[in-house]
């Protein structure tokens, strides 16, 4: 028989989540499922009893997959069943990962895995808000040891109100879209987009998400004491040899901060210098003790450079190139650098390079993203690519990764809500970075603004990026860093991105190390952005100050016309023929559109404005009203003992009666006529008994005089 336990508590309006344990996955080291609604998330951990040999870090995975079934669907893939993590799961992913990792002991190192399943969905309730909640009741009823708890939830404001977990349809509304997470007394990860809000309306929005994690981590304390939760498990994952730690500090420790101090803005050469340091250091040891000591002593260099480098910023408030705290390295902007490409920009800060372009595509080119939930087409994409040699290293191409992922999306949620809606493209931003050294993510939103103005796309406002940092001490002294190298966001305890326009912040993330960051501290380093935010703004804005009012020469062209749904019958043909040759004669591309209504809309896309113009004059053709006493060039469909069907305007035929060709009496029409001959007739109007057209060449000509 199954021991189900389960916990409920409100979130603080009234809806109710449950957490259950003992039902399903018994064998993990610890399951749990999340409730809210009939939305609900399995959880599981599993940690492995020792660590492997040589492992000197947290080997953790977190996986967070959609089953279709949650929602009663069949997958669309080919082979009808769940594949590989979506881009969508991979970011729900790294929410949970990035929050959960700084928790673990530092000196836990075996592998340990997180697999968090969405079961069942009412495509009301988001799921990404509930998965690090789930996460964290597994492995509070586990044996797996966590220095502390923590949850996460969204926050939204809408109507100017705070909410926490909007539903989807409220979610559409929020001004902020924001996930949060915390343990009991401070956040650990941050990230959202949001409409320009100002700094104070995001601490704001994170002291409220705040106060509701809190309440989950209590719901959690008590889910783990009512399952009896196992006690943590002992572990020994590391050996240490103090007498050696405290030998290399001796002799190294000034070496390293001289090193440190030398203001060089260089990361190869700085590297070099680091490095030879410890070569030299290990010339004293013999091959034979270098294969037991190695490691440890790699180790210990490391956290050498680590309290170096940190010492350096605190006490002199000067940074490994030479920088003052708030200074932001050396800005080149350039646009239009590609010729072909329908925009185009470079972006370098200081060691750090993004080729930016912008490629207008069809409808047809949206990104279809297929989920458990829904079914979505997206208009504006964002990729980014981060190549081995952007780093001087070798590594191979396996396609993007997590990280890559995860910054393409920040990037994504930075600009999307300043490209406008009803441009008619499909738009792809690609950024490559060529050079890295500190927030390549930011120098992608930087040059995905150039890019797109110079691609032409009226973007509303543009909009930059920067990555501050945090370096602490346990006396209560502070640095934040403006614009991070990569080296000041490894050492450091805080990676905090910002991007927005000059009015306000359209996107941030920021993962925390340190336990305790005050909200003063965080109000200064997102006041201290948007100072860095509106320097590099100024910089980059020097390349191209609007965006084009034109689109480029080779940029394919769109054109929207309004037009009355009756006619989209006529516009298609039978079978589809007439909107194909239409298609074909033009080389356009023509999609037709309901909007409600009686009027629908044809979108027209070429690659020149000859082609949309030739397009759109023969659908104008087609949707026309005829005119009583207007002359049209008809061409003859059929001939009659009675007349001739023409066409005097696309898919509008009538017939020429024979009595209305000419002033002569006629017995046929075939003998001055033939299908596919074109003549001159006058519309009439339509005939009041037979409801068709009624035309006439006739009245164009002279009466003969009798």
Not at 554 to 575: C, K, L, M, N, Q
Not at 648 to 671: C, M, N, Q, V
Request: hydrophobic letters at 40%; one cysteine or more.
């Amino acid at each position: 028989m199954l021991q189900s336990i389960t916990h409920s508590f409100d979130i603080g309006d009234g809806r109710i989540i449950t957490l259950e344990t003992g039902k399903l996955a018994r064998q993990a080291d610890g399951a749990a499922v999340v409730r809210l609604n009939n939305t609900m998330l399995l959880a599981t951990v599993v940690s492995a009893k020792e660590a492997k040999e040589g492992v000197d870090f947290m080997p953790l995975t977190v996986d967070y997959q959609e089953k279709f079934s949650a929602s009663g669907r069949i997958p669309g893939s080919f082979f009808k069943r769940e594949g590989k993590l979506s881009d969508y799961e991979v970011l729900i992913s790294r929410l949970v990962d990035r929050a959960l990792r700084p928790l673990f002991p530092e000196d836990y190192h075996a592998d340990t895995q997180v697999l968090i399943y969405l079961i069942s969905s009412d495509k009301k309730d988001m799921p990404d808000a509930l998965a690090g909640l789930a996460a964290s009741a597994a492995i509070a009823v586990s044996d797996v040891p966590v220095n502390k708890i923590m949850s996460e939830v969204r926050v939204g404001k809408v109507d100017g109100k705070l909410v926490i977990n909007p539903d989807i349809d409220v979610l559409e509304k929020s001004t902020i879209d924001m996930i949060v997470a915390a343990t009991e007394t401070d956040i650990v990860m941050v990230e959202g987009e949001m409409d320009e809000v100002s700094e104070d309306e995001m601490i704001e929005a994170i002291q409220f998400a705040h106060n509701a994690i809190k309440k989950q981590i209590e719901a959690i304390k008590e889910f783990a004491k009512k399952a009896n939760a196992p006690e943590k498990r002992t572990y020994n994952h590391e050996t240490n040899d103090e007498e050696l730690k405290q030998k290399m500090y001796t002799e190294l420790f000034d070496k390293v901060y001289a090193v440190a101090k030398s203001k060089n803005p260089n990361k190869q050469e700085r590297k070099k210098a680091f490095a030879s340091i410890l070569e030299e250091f290990k010339k004293q040891f013999t091959e034979e003790e270098l294969k037991t000591k190695s490691a440890l002593i790699d180790k210990y260099y490391g956290l050498i450079e680590y309290d170096a480098v940190r010492k350096m910023i605190l006490q002199d408030r000067i940074r490994l190139d030479g920088r003052g705290l708030k200074d932001i390295r050396p800005i080149y902007s350039e646009v239009n650098y590609l010729p072909m490409a329908h925009g185009s920009a470079i972006f370098t800060r200081g060691e750090t390079q993004s080729l930016t372009t912008v490629t207008l595509g069809t409808p047809d080119d949206t990104l279809i993203l297929d989920n458990a939930m829904r079914v979505e087409e997206e208009k504006f994409i964002l990729h980014y690519n981060f190549p081995p040699f952007s780093t001087g290293e070798v590594k191979p191409m396996r396609g993007p990764g997590r990280r890559e992922i995860g910054h393409g999306n920040l990037a994504h949620r930075a600009l999307k809500r300043m490209v406008p809606q009803d441009t008619g493209y499909t738009i792809r931003v690609v950024s490559d970075i060529l050079e890295s050294n500190g927030s390549s993510s930011m120098a992608t939103v930087c040059a995905g603004t150039l890019a797109l103005m110079d691609a032409g796309i009226q973007i509303k406002k543009p909009v930059s990026g920067i990555a501050m940092g945090l370096i602490t001490d346990d006396k209560g002294n502070y640095a934040v860093l403006s614009d991070i190298l990569g080296d000041e966001d490894h050492l450091g305890d805080m990676d905090f991105k910002v991007c927005g326009t000059k009015d306000g912040i359209t996107a941030v993330q920021m993962d925390l190390k340190v336990n305790g960051l005050s909200y003063d501290i965080m109000r200064e380093a997102l006041y201290q952005a948007k100072e860095g935010r509106l320097h590099i703004m100024n910089e980059m804005l020097k390349a191209i100050a609007e965006p084009r009012k034109t689109l480029k020469e080779h940029a394919p062209r769109y054109v929207s016309i309004d037009i009355p749904v009756e006619y989209f019958g006529a516009i298609i043909g039978p079978g589809g023929k007439v909107i194909q040759e239409i298609q074909r004669q033009t080389q356009t591309t023509i999609q037709l559109e309901e909007t409600g209504g009686i009027m629908g809309r044809a979108n027209i896309f070429g690659n020149n404005e000859a082609s949309v113009k030739a397009a759109v004059d023969r659908i104008k053709l087609i949707v026309a009203i005829p005119e009583v006493g207007e002359v049209y060039t008809a061409k003859v469909k059929s001939i009659m003992p009675y007349g001739a069907f023409v066409e005097f305007l696309p898919g509008k035929d009538a017939l020429l009666h024979i009595s209305e060709y000419d002033w002569t009496r006629r017995e046929t029409l075939a003998d001055v006529l033939k299908e596919g001959d074109t003549v001159e007739v006058k519309y009439l109007g339509v005939d009041p008994k037979t409801g068709k057209y009624k035309v006439s060449r006739k009245v164009l000509l002279t009466k003969p005089q009798n």
